[in-house]
């Protein structure tokens, strides 16, 4: 596949699934190995830290999921910086919050895909920094996709409103702030807010990367729909993690196995059992689907559906 | 004066310079009173922390100066919603920083404004989240001043471009990490060092404030004067910050005093001296003020400028 470099081949060559991701992978790390550099002595420290959680691997799921979701919307490939900067601005809050999620008065985890955590390499200040800055530097590169492009500018700010709103205090914070309730909750939480926690804290995200996906296309009637999809993968995406850490193992996953288990946390998976959590996984992934039934070429995102079933790390 | 709980006066009155502050102030205030509600049990623990911060007093100083050069730029007083997120914006931003640099890796502080910190209210994590919380409905707010007024898209992402690039990693998070850097220098750092530090950690924040009033205004052409007055007016703003923690007294700050000499930190009072210190905080107001000779209607930034050396809290 010599299509790779190009960020936006003229002939349109048919795909596969695998091709197509490896493309998507591959320009999102070409996109990350060049960004955020400061060359300030005094200050590249914290930059620094900001490319080490960037760059430590992962599966780049949203930003994949907003590429895809472009294409879907538009009709054709496109690794354009405009459009990687809409998708890569989901992957920096995505990364803010697994290094803040990370940090000792959090979930005080060590280690993240098998790597030192941002706080154990940098101190647990410049970590905190890191995530303020690499969610500062999201609304950055969200809103350069306008400079000098004043007729983006509608678009842009829709994106930006729709991020900082699944990021927020009624989303992914909201989510986090949830998690933190049920470890001091004295009863344990109902089904329906364990699904709740996991709507806001993993779903919300999953949602703005799709949706903004279809927002750079302008096909601003796509964006339900493709949201619909991100929180129904999503709550098969967090169900699913509840039972890797279960039957997983340390090697796979990259963190201590049981984890979970140990901080005493409470997981879909303990409120219904393994059959009922295997069970609901599956119906949520059937339910995205679903939600993205009437898209033309949807045949990468029903595989990635089924990947998530199977994902090994 | 009756004025005040009008939004945009049809009459011009010529307020006083105090009236004029109090008038931005009350407006300030009403905003922030309703703001930020989260009616749902699970998570308003967090809106509660947010709140909480918002609401815990402060100068307001940055608002205030959004909300002046807005009227310097448009020509009249405007404190409708439109004008006033643009404004808050900037304070979200300055809220958050506090509650993150007040958290134990950090400052570690237990007094804020004679209030306890957040996270000796709230507890570590939830104080975390309510900053994070923050700095993301900072880009919501702006975001949505163009919400249904597409029209107003370029100077919405001006403004998220402008602030996002003062707050980030080339700025105010950048002048953290150069602050942090000083703790474990082994040679005391440079004037000049230091003067780059309060640049990036207390000027950039407010040179934001100026530019982005001028950009609600929609006019660009004045944003780098603004600019540069918000810049000179920080770095008098922090000297005089120094000299008030050595000469001021615990009551009148609201934390305790001396506590920067405690903590061993590098001042630019301590590598000049307070004659030097004193002589350049009058020195930097002085090129403030020279930053916007130019401008009509400048007396209350001129006042305010004044206040500046005369602070008392």
Redesign the interface.
């Known amino acids: 596949m010599t299509i790779i470099n190009n960020t936006k081949p003229k002939e349109e060559v048919k795909l596969t699934n695998e091709e197509l991701m490896h493309w998507y992978i591959e320009h999102i790390e070409l996109f990350l190995s060049d960004y955020?550099k400061?060359d300030?002595k005094?200050?590249k420290?914290?930059?620094e830290a900001?490319r080490y959680s960037l760059l430590a691997g992962g599966k780049r799921i949203r930003p994949v999921l907003a590429l895809d979701f472009y294409k879907i919307a538009s009709g054709g490939l496109d690794c354009s910086h405009r459009v990687m900067s809409y998708a890569m601005a989901v992957e920096l809050i995505h990364t803010?919050s697994l290094i803040?999620d990370d940090?000792?008065?959090?979930d005080d985890d060590d280690l993240r895909r098998g790597l030192p955590t941002n706080h154990t390499v940098f101190?647990?200040?410049?970590a905190?920094?890191a995530?303020?800055?690499l969610?500062?530097?999201a609304?950055?590169l969200?809103?350069?996709t306008?400079?000098g492009r004043?007729h983006e500018?509608?678009a842009?700010?829709k994106a930006?409103?729709y991020l900082?709103?699944c990021?927020?205090?009624?989303g992914m914070?909201?989510?986090?702030?949830?998690d933190?309730?049920f470890e001091t909750a004295v009863e344990p939480p109902s089904e329906e807010?364990i699904l709740?926690?996991y709507g806001?804290k993993t779903s919300d995200l999953l949602s703005a990367a799709c949706a903004i996906g279809c927002i750079a296309a302008k096909r601003y009637d796509l964006v339900d729909e493709a949201a619909a999809f991100g929180k129904n993968l999503g709550l098969a995406f967090q169900i699913t993690d509840d039972i890797l850490d279960v039957v997983g193992d340390e090697q796979k996953l990259g963190k201590p196995i049981g984890s979970d288990e140990e901080n005493d946390k409470y997981t879909y998976l303990k409120a219904v059992g393994i059959e009922k959590a295997k069970e609901m996984a599956a119906f949520y992934l059937e339910e995205a689907k679903r939600s993205i039934a009437r898209f033309n070429n949807n045949e990468f995102l029903y595989w990635l559906c089924d990947k998530i079933l199977e994902r090994d790390h």
Chains 1, 2 share one sequence.
């Not at 990021?167 to 009624?170: D, I, K, L, N, P």
């Not at 914070?173 to 949830?178: A, T, Y």
């Open positions: 955020i400061d300030d005094d200050t420290r914290l930059s900001m803010y803040h940090l000792p008065c959090m101190g647990e200040a410049t905190l920094l995530g303020d800055a969610l500062t530097e609304f950055t969200l809103a350069d306008a400079t004043p500018s509608e842009t700010v930006i409103t900082s709103k990021a927020g205090y009624r914070c909201g989510g986090q702030e949830l933190l309730k807010t709740k926690m806001k």
